[in-house]
């Protein structure tokens, strides 16, 4: 199974930028799909997540109102569309799934992970 992250890159603060994650190796149009996020120093946080149909999203309370999550279960994608970013937002983003229900926000969740990819907000 792999997922791969693209997307990320340099941008003024106020800009947009929209991550995309695409799974292989095995469907998850069934179960959990999410991102996260870690900048250096810190502890890899929750971004947003969303469930196996997309009708279910959660966001993290940094995030809520500028970014949105989104899936294509026939694409086995997943994309995170961030707008307003803030040099806080700088970190290394990563995809993940799992085959879980539920929309959570522990890491451990997660059985799968991207390899990452790197955002940063200039001010």
Known sequence: VQLQASG???????????????????TFSRGRMGWFRQAPGKER????????????????????????????????????????LKPEDTAVYYCA????TAVVDSPLRYDYWGQGTQVTVSS
């Open 45 to 84: 946080e929750f971004v947003a997540g969303i469930n196996w149909s997309g009708g279910i999203t959660r966001y993290a309370d940094s995030v809520k109102g500028r970014s949105t999550i989104s899936r294509d279960n026939a694409q086995n994608t997943v994309d995170l569309q961030m707008n307003s």
């Open 8 to 26: 990320g890159g340099l941008v003024q603060a106020g800009g947009s930028l929209r991550l995309s994650c695409a799974a292989s190796g095995r």
């Open 97 to 100: 799934a799992d085959g879980g």
